[in-house]
């Protein structure tokens, strides 16, 4: 029975630069997922207030949340996966899960930079009526966040690579002997 070449990273890291780079990757991606669940309660807060005053204050916040954490914790997040795929035998396309944590995070940034970041813009300047993009755009983001998480976790899907079934197909059956 013929076993798989073992997989090379593309660069590949020492165990301690490769935890080093682990444990970035969790810190910044922990983080941003705090940062969006943050978002979305003020962004909830800012919505039901019945005060003026309140609400710019909260929108204000919300910018604040955006520069300070989100920007700079997504970047990391997503700067230290592709560098933990391409220096682990993980890949970046090689399994679905990793594939499906690259495209969320992705997601994440999209979502943040065209669709709350605009919005936001529009409640500090006085347009207003984006209350509601406000709350749904970072309940999604939780929502992307948290099933990242759990992929990273329980790593479904197997490989993508089509290698990987056509050595199962040359594989020789077991004999009933």
């Known amino acids: 029975m013929s076993s798989p070449l073992p997989v090379r990273p593309r660069w590949p890291m020492s165990p301690s630069v490769r935890r080093s780079v682990l444990t970035a990757h969790i810190v910044a991606s922990v983080g941003l997922l705090g940062d969006s669940a943050g978002f979305l309660a003020v962004a909830v807060r800012a919505a039901t207030t019945d005060d003026p005053a309140l609400a710019a204050s909260s929108y204000e916040l919300l910018e604040m949340f955006s520069i300070v954490f989100g920007i700079p914790l997504s970047m990391i997040s997503l700067a230290t996966g592709l560098a933990l795929g391409f220096g ?5 396309l090689r399994h679905r899960w990793v594939t499906a944590k ?15 970041g605009p919005s936001l813009s529009l ?3 006085g347009s207003g009526g984006r209350e509601t993009t406000l709350i749904i755009a970072p309940a999604y983001q939780v929502t992307a966040l948290m099933l990242a998480t759990g992929l990273s976790v329980f790593k479904p899907g197997g490989r993508r690579s089509r290698a990987r079934s056509r050595s199962r197909s040359r594989r020789a059956p077991a004999s009933a002997a």
């Open 88 to 92: 682990t035998k993980w890949g970046v």
């Open 102 to 116: 690259l495209l969320l995070v992705l997601s994440v940034i999209l979502v943040g930079a065209f669709v709350i």
């Open 123 to 125: 409640m500090q300047d």
